[in-house]
């Protein structure tokens, strides 16, 4: 359908985009992942340690060696920036815009919630039994450090722009496409890298594990037997700029909200979930029924799904097209904002609407249009919703740019 453009801001256009989680490196193998609906999800040990769940790994990257003369950074979160960096001729993307517009003029934004905190968790484990003591090679501010992941990158790309790092839980790298739009816009730079790092740590595993959230199966986002998430890692970049692109993509929209309603607890009719919609919605002046397909949250709890599934009908409605992908790479908390834009701009690109793994049974409770298997279809605009604990919420509208 034709739609009268009133756009608040021009729309950010999407030059490059990769992404790397338990599915594989790159578009590619995520793209055959969803239409061979293969998850990523396995039940093995981590850091040596076994719970009783899945969980979605980035295989091989203890073997990833950095650049040496960014050796100092090695963690596992600052391995898996590096895989992604290199797989869909990104860097490459990168180093052309930073010759064309110069290095101060692209923007780093990516999201993270526990960067390389890892290197912490093992530091402590070897350390000296006799005096406490850490490794003598334990680095905080290359690691554990939250503006690690952008520090590195940062380094490793050869740019001298204003880089962010967003830590806002399971919104982190959604809020990172906003940062770097609103950067755009604000004329702040000429191009922005905006995405998400989030590696596995025992933190997390234990964590999640504590608030009884953890599935012991793969994680069945919207089913009727659905009993908690499975957590995963993933890392995602996208390249935008105020001029268009080849491939026509863009950020058309965005939203923001916080609604606070509760520390780990989505607030039960999703309030702050609808304002976030709304609000990419009018940034991009597109009415609801010119959305094509929705990309949940969906992290497969009692109470996220009925909640998200909530603010959905008040917004859209009950029969657009909606899909969880977290069966297929988990739960990737910082990342989980660029895996699931990245699944939505391959959905867009390819023409495949992304089914919802492990959901045989969709609970009576949600009443929108879930689907269950991955299916052709054209995608021109799509909703990727992102929300976080503490009620940090945002919904990225993406599509081609008219």
């Known amino acids: 359908m034709a739609i009268p453009s009133r756009r608040l801001t021009m729309p950010a256009f999407v030059h490059a985009y990769t992404l790397t989680s338990a599915l594989g490196r790159g578009r590619a193998a995520t793209r055959d992942a969803l239409v061979d609906e293969r998850s990523g999800l396995r039940r093995e040990p981590f850091a040596g340690d076994v719970l009783d769940t899945w969980i979605g790994t980035v295989a091989g990257l203890e073997a990833i060696e950095l650049p040496p003369a960014r050796e100092g950074y090695a963690c596992r979160s600052n391995r898996l920036a590096e895989v992604a960096l290199c797989q869909d001729g990104f860097a490459d993307a990168v180093a052309e815009v930073r010759d064309r517009f110069g290095a101060h003029r692209v923007g780093l934004y990516v999201g993270t919630s526990s960067a390389g905190i890892l290197e912490v968790e093992l530091g402590y484990r070897a350390r000296d039994p006799r005096t406490g003591a850490l490794p003598a090679g334990l680095r905080y501010r290359e690691s554990m450090n939250l503006y690690s992941p952008a520090a590195y990158l940062r380094e490793r790309l050869g740019l001298s722009g204003p880089s962010v790092v967003v830590s806002a839980a399971c919104a982190s790298s959604a809020k990172a496409f906003a940062a770097g739009a609103r950067a755009l816009s604000a004329g702040v730079c000429d191009a922005a890298i905006v995405g998400g790092i989030e590696a596995l740590c025992l933190t997390t595993l234990y964590g999640f594990r504590s608030l009884e ?190």
């Not at 959230?213 to 390249?239: K, N, V």
């Not at 935008?240 to 609604?259: I, K, N, Q, V």
């Not at 992304?354 to 689907?371: F, K, M, Q, W, Y």
């Open 213 to 402: 959230l953890l599935s012991t199966r793969p994680c069945r986002p919207c089913d009727a037997q659905r009993d908690g998430i499975s957590l995963g890692e993933a890392a995602g970049y996208a390249l935008l700029t105020r001029e268009p692109s080849r491939s026509g993509l863009a950020l058309l929209g965005y939203g923001e909200s916080a609604d606070a309603h509760h520390l780990s607890t989505p607030h039960p009719q999703g309030v702050g979930a609808a304002i976030a919609m709304r609000e990419a919605l009018r940034r991009a002046d597109l009415p609801g029924e010119a959305i094509d397909y929705v990309n949940l949250h969906g992290t497969g709890t009692r109470t996220n799904d009925v909640a998200e599934d909530a603010a959905l009908r008040g917004v859209l409605g009950d029969a657009t097209p909606r899909s969880s992908t977290k069966g297929w790479t988990g739960h990737t908390l910082g990342a989980a904002g660029v895996t699931e834009a990245v699944i939505t701009l391959i959905a867009i690109e390819n023409g495949i609407v992304p089914g919802t793994l492990n959901c045989t049974e969709v609970d009576p409770a949600i009443r929108g249009r879930v689907e269950r298997r991955t299916r052709a279809g054209q995608v021109e605009r799509a909703l990727s919703n992102s929300f976080g604990f503490g009620g940090s919420n945002c919904a990225l509208l993406l599509g081609r740019a008219a």
